[in-house]
């Protein structure tokens, strides 16, 4: 299994990036899908996840300016980060608690993160 992250990026404050996060390999089923964040020097945090029905939860220091959601047949998560601002700088990583196949207990992956950089 490999959840391969892309769109991060250089923006200017105020600016928007849309990050993708693709779940290949044998894949059974995926419950919880997540972005998380790591600025440096600091421990890494959630941003927001999605569950499989839909119910989502974001961080406060997000909620207004990003949405999170996901394509069930592509097995990928999105995030659509607006009026970005320059905290917002850091590796952003997506997670998923996911099955390999029925009899299988769900597991979680990281993807290898994509680095978002709001300056101007």
């Known amino acids: 299994v490999q959840l391969q992250a892309s769109g991060g990026g250089l923006v200017q404050p105020g600016g928007s990036l849309r990050l993708s996060c693709a779940a290949s390999?044998?894949?059974?089923?995926?419950?919880?899908m997540a972005w998380y964040r790591q600025a440096p020097g600091k421990q890494r945090e959630l941003v927001a996840s999605?569950?499989?029905?839909?119910?989502?939860d974001y961080a406060d220091f997000v909620k207004g300016r990003f949405t999170i959601s996901r394509d069930n047949n592509k097995n990928t998560v999105y995030l659509q980060m607006e009026s970005l601002k320059p905290e917002d700088t850091a590796v952003y990583y997506c997670?998923?608690?996911?099955?390999?196949?029925?009899?299988?207990?769900?597991?979680?992956?990281w993807g290898q993160g994509t680095l978002v950089t709001v300056s101007s």
């Open positions: 999605i569950r499989s029905d839909g119910v989502k």
């Open positions: 997670n998923a608690d996911l099955k390999i196949n029925f009899y299988a207990v769900s597991t979680n992956w």
């Open positions: 390999g044998s894949i059974f089923r995926i419950d919880r």
